[in-house]
């Protein structure tokens, strides 16, 4: 059975980075598409990027040219790097791959 864990959240500064991963466990999920969604406080969830078996990669508006979606199949792991944090990306951010949800990681921005 597929489990994903996200990690990597904490505090960071504006203009700062961070690297968020979602490492699955169960089942090798390089097949699926991988998905990185946020919830901000009191907001609603929204579609971060996301990544397809093949590598193809879509990313919000709101995050293009500052985010990027990777993923390492060889160690069953989906990478979120975040660059030029601002602090409306303040958010728990979760991964999904076939229906399946992750606990979701908390990132802070602020200074």
């Known amino acids: 059975q597929l489990q994903l864990v996200e990690s990597g959240g904490g505090l960071v500064q504006p203009g700062g980075s961070r690297r968020l991963s979602c490492a699955a466990t169960?089942?090798?999920?390089?097949?699926?598409?991988v998905g990185w969604y946020r919830q901000p406080p009191g907001k609603q969830r929204e579609l971060v990027a996301i990544?397809?078996?093949?590598?193809?990669?879509n990313y919000a508006q709101s995050v293009k040219g500052r985010f990027t979606i990777s993923r390492d199949n060889a160690k069953n792991t989906v990478y979120l790097q975040m660059n030029n944090l601002k602090l409306d990306d303040t958010a728990v951010y979760y991964c999904?791959?076939?229906?399946?949800w992750g606990q979701g990681t908390l990132v802070t921005v602020s200074s």
């Open positions: 169960g089942i090798s999920f390089n097949i699926y598409a």
């Open positions: 999904i791959a076939n229906a399946v």
């Open positions: 990544i397809t078996s093949a590598d193809n990669t």
